[in-house]
C-alpha cells in the first residue's frame, strides 16, 4: 500500500473511532507528509526507532522547538500504535523514544508600574469602585488566590494585627500579613463602603454585592479585565496575574523563597521556584535595557 493511502486510512480509523478535529487531523496528516518525505526511499511501514530519532534532531536543528516536537512524536506514535493493532507492521518504533521536556510555561509577569496603574482604575468615588480597589489592593498585598480572597469572612481578618487568617488548599491554615497601604483601604471600606453597598442587608463575607452576597471569581475575574483595559495593559492577564506580581516582585527585592513559599500556602518549594524564573528574567530584562554593557 501507498505511503499516501495508508495515511488517509489512518485518518479514518482515528476520524471513526476517537472523533478528532479537523485541526488534530490535519496536523497528523502534515506530520505524517513531513516525516514521509524525509525517509525518500524507504517506506513509512518500514521505518524504524533510528529513522524516527533521526528526524526529530533535523526538525530540531532546523529551529522546531520542543513543544511541536513532542506534538510530531505524539502523531508518528498514533501512526504507528495503529499499525501495530491492525498487524500492518509488527512493532512501535516509538516505544522508546522519550518525548521532549515541555517546560511548564511562566506565567505573565506585571511589572510594578502595570500594578499601579491597575490599582488606579477603580472609580474610587463610588462605593463599590472603592470596593473594586480594596479588593485589588488586598490581593496584591497578600498574594492570595482569587478563591481565597472572595471567600473571606469577616472574622478572617484582625485589624489589629494586620493579618488575614487563610484556610488554603488541603485545609492547611496560614496567617499572611496585609501591609500598610492595603490595610488602609480595608479599614476604610469596612468603616463606610461596605455598609453603604449593603444599606440594611446582612452578611458574614468581607467583600460584598448590593445583594448582600459573596462576590464570586467570575465576577473579580471580570473586574481585573475591566480594570486592566482602563489602565491600558495589553498583557494576557489571568485571575492569578496579581498573585503572581506579588510573589515576583517579592523575590526581586530580595525576599528569601521560603518566605513567599509560606506567604503563598505552597507545600512543595519546588512550586515556589517558578517564580525565582520570573524574577530572573525581569532582572535580565532590566539589565538590558539599562546596564552600559547590556
Known sequence: MQSEQLIDQFLDAMWAERGLSENTLSAYYSDLKIFDKWLKNKHLVDADEGDISGF???????GVGNRTSARILSSLR???GYLNRENI????????IESPHIGKPLPVSLSEQDVELLLMAPETSSALGFRDRTMLEIIYATGL?????????????????GVVKIMGKGNK????????EALDWLEQYLSSHRKI??????????????????MTRQAFWHIIK????????NKELSPHSLRHAFATHLLNHGADL??????LGHSDLSTTQIYTHIAKARLQELHAKFHPRG
Not at 526529530?56 to 532546523?62: G, H, V
Not at 488566590?145 to 472574622?155: A, F
Not at 491554615?173 to 500598610?180: A, D, M, Q, T, Y
Open 258 to 263: 521560603r518566605v513567599v513559599q509560606l506567604l
Open 226 to 233: 475591566k480594570c486592566a483595559k482602563k489602565a491600558g495593559i
Open 197 to 214: 453597598i449593603l444599606k440594611d442587608k446582612q452578611s458574614d463575607k468581607l467583600f460584598v454585592t448590593n445583594r448582600a452576597s459573596g
Open 78 to 80: 498514533r501512526f504507528y
Open 173 to 180: 491554615e496560614r496567617l499572611v500579613p496585609i501591609g500598610e
Open 56 to 62: 526529530l534532531a533535523k526538525r530540531f536543528r532546523d
Open 145 to 161: 488566590r482569587v478563591s481565597e480572597l472572595v471567600s473571606l469572612s469577616l472574622d478572617q481578618v484582625n485589624l489589629r494585627l
Open 89 to 96: 507492521k509488527a512493532n512501535d518504533p516509538t516505544g522508546l
